[in-house]
């Protein structure tokens, strides 16, 4: 109950901030991409995980105040980076609240141009169970995004609502694999099977493919051998603050 009305105040007390998780090319070999985390940085309470926030703020209708920062916040720090001749995409987690209002792409649009930010650099991911919920209406919020330029990719692959109908209604260009699948990667388990077939489905759609949770150097050399994009877990780094993953990025992989 505390938490919940802290959470109001967050935003505006400054307690939020935003972590940055490497997203590896493992083609080229080369990190030119991360996933934006939220953090709460409570005065008493210390970091309190998005896990636990997040599904009490889509509870208490605190979810949208929590997304436009966290937009908002990114953008900044796109424009900040840029200023320093540091080039990223940034991809973003969008809650399901999100998807069904119809504002969100006129706002984000405002804030492309008031950050003078690319639309390429960055990334809505949405769950497919979002979706689900009202599908002509995140539809239509998926679109309005894609106008502005927004790429688009479905997190958590492979877990709650996997439709594929759905996936194929959906403009979205980039899939990422769930955890799950990924972090016990080996060459003969069924994770194997659903991770190499996920792959190649996506490609056959046009799909660049993310998997997320990678932990062992194992995984890294199966996913590399069957052609995955793109690389997202502990192996290659935790998610890290602005500054560290800054010097972190200076760094050669
Ligand atoms: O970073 P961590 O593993 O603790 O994240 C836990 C969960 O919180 C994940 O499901 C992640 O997608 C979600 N999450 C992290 N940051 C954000 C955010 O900015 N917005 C939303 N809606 N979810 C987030
Ligand atoms: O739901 P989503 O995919 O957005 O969740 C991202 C979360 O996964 C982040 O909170 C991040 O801290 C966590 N995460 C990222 N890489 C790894 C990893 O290699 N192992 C584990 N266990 N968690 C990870
Ligand atoms: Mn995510
Ligand atoms: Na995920």
Redesign the pocket.
């Known amino acids: 109950i505390r938490l919940i009305r802290d959470l109001r105040h967050a935003a505006a007390q400054g307690q939020l901030l935003?972590?940055y998780q490497p997203k590896l090319d493992i083609r080229e070999g080369l990190v030119r991409q991360a996933e934006?985390?939220?953090r709460w940085q409570h005065p008493q309470l210390g970091m309190v995980?998005?896990?636990e926030f997040?599904p009490l703020a889509e509870h208490t209708g605190s979810?949208q105040l929590?997304?436009a920062w966290?937009i908002e916040e990114a953008m900044r720090q796109l424009q900040e980076w840029d200023g320093r001749g540091v080039w990223v995409q940034l991809s973003?987690?969008?809650?399901t609240t999100d998807l069904l209002d119809a504002e969100l792409p006129g706002r984000v649009g405002a804030l492309l141009a008031r950050y003078r930010v690319a639309p390429e650099q960055l990334i809505f991911?949405i769950t497919e169970s979002g979706v689900m919920l009202d599908p002509e209406r995140a539809l239509q919020v998926l679109h309005g995004l894609r106008g502005y330029g927004i790429g688009l990719s479905v997190?958590?692959f492979g877990t709650g609502y996997s439709s594929l109908a759905q996936l194929k209604r959906m403009p979205v260009q980039e899939l990422k694999i769930d955890q799950s699948f990924i972090r016990e990667l080996d060459d003969h388990s069924e994770d194997s099977v659903i991770v190499r077939s996920t792959i190649e489905m996506s490609h056959s759609l046009g799909l660049k493919v993310v998997a997320e949770g990678v932990e062992l150097a194992s995984g890294l050399d199966l996913l590399q051998r069957w052609h995955c994009d793109t690389a997202q877990g502990y192996l290659i780094s935790r998610?890290l603050a602005a500054e560290a993953f800054e010097a972190w990025l200076a760094q050669p992989y």
């Open positions: 935003l972590h934006a985390l939220l995980s998005p896990g997040i979810i929590l997304s966290v973003l987690n969008i809650s991911e997190d958590d998610p």
